[in-house]
């Protein structure tokens, strides 16, 4: 895994179902994403150490609710 790495996704698409605070300090630092807009999240990431950047991107390419892919950083796919 490198920091360049893009992962693959399901579509072009970047909706955004859900964005979270986990660490409650009034930024987000978890989204699922919706990349083929059948309405179920297939690309989550995730801001561990809470500063605005993605640092693990995990693809669930098949929605099964497993990641196939997981990289480290926004996968060439940073929050909007
Ligand atoms: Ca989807
Ligand atoms: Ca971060
Ligand atoms: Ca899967």
Redesign the pocket.
């Known amino acids: 895994m490198s920091e360049n790495e893009t992962v693959e996704t ?1 579509g072009e698409d970047r909706v955004e179902l859900l964005v979270g605070d986990t660490n409650n300090d009034g930024q987000p630092d978890l989204w699922a994403v ?3 807009g ?1 309405g ?3 690309l989550f990431q995730f801001d561990t150490n809470g500063d605005g950047k993605v640092d693990i991107t995990m693809s669930d390419l098949d ?1 099964d609710g497993t990641p196939e892919e997981v990289v480290d950083g926004d996968g060439g796919l940073p929050p909007a």
């Open positions: 399901r919706d990349t083929d059948d179920k999240a297939d929605q």
